[in-house]
């Protein structure tokens, strides 16, 4: 199966070498697109020269920052244009161990349409987290699994594979969400489509270098969003049913494509 690994990347100089690095010893067959919003630090530069060494990675350079979840739909567009049957997405920042990233193809490769990172089922871990900020996380993600039905333990993470036929039945491109909200969304998205999901444990490894992207406003954005659909899918009929009879049209699709 040719698998694509898409890396978005913004103020990421200091990092970019060594994931491109370890992408490669951990998944040497793979092809990875490095996605750069124009960083000010010459993150995509850096990309290139490493690029040219190892092979089998590409530098997209966009002209603006647009965001986290702009810049997947960009990498998952060109991944189905490609023919890719696998779309992996990591982080720039060495919070996702490359190392992890075999398992999570296996898992779909052995039948999951998501295989999602998670820090949140026996196995995963986030060594560095102070207590309240691992308690924040653990309820939003709770939340967000409940009150979607989903029963997702780590809606948020954006360590994970998809099939790109999955991305395509969940017609991706008509998302509009940013940040954690766009990985909750796509979650979401699959859940409802029927799509099989399996979370593989992870260990988290907070930043060492560079700054963090997150802010107050994405976390209310999240939970207003979450909130919303949750409240508005409960008005269009029982949502296990409507998952029960896409479940079985997205087995059908599976069938017609092995």
């Known amino acids: ?10 103020i990421e100089a200091e990092n970019v070498e060594e994931v491109l ?42 002209p603006a920052k647009k965001g986290l979840g702009n810049a997947y739909r960009a990498g998952f567009g060109i ?12 982080d720039a920042d060495l919070s996702h161990d490359p190392a992890s990233l075999p398992d999570l193809i296996a898992a779909v490769k052995d039948g999951a349409d998501l295989a999602i990172g998670s820090r949140y089922v026996p196995g995963g871990d986030i060594p560095h987290w102070p207590a309240y900020r691992r308690a924040l996380s653990r309820y939003g993600n709770g939340y967000a699994g409940t009150m979607l039905g989903t029963g997702i333990r780590d809606s948020t993470s954006g360590y994970r594979v998809y099939r ?32 099989r999901t399996a979370e593989v444990p992870i ?51 599976r069938h017609v494509r092995r």
């Open 203 to 253: 260990t988290f490894t907070d930043r060492v270098r560079g700054y963090s992207k997150m802010s107050l406003s994405v976390m209310a954005e999240e939970m207003t969003m979450v909130t919303w659909w949750g409240i508005r899918d409960r008005f269009k009929g029982d949502r296990r049913e409507v998952r029960k009879r896409a479940k079985t049209l997205a087995a059908q699709a």
């Open 21 to 62: 690095r370890r992408t490669r010893k951990a998944a040497p067959d793979v092809d990875i697109l490095v996605i750069d919003d124009n960083s000010p630090d010459g993150t995509a530069d850096v990309a290139e020269k490493i690029a040219d060494e190892l092979g089998q990675i590409e530098v997209l350079r966009r």
């Open 79 to 90: 991944g189905i244009d490609r023919g890719y049957d696998l779309i992996c997405q990591m």
């Open 164 to 195: 790109a036929a999955t991305l395509q039945g969940i017609q991706f491109a008509k998302t509009r969400a940013n940040g954690y909200l766009f990985q909750i969304e796509l979650a979401y998205r699959a859940w409802l489509w029927g799509g």
């Open 1 to 10: 199966m040719r698998v694509l690994v898409a890396i978005p990347t913004y």
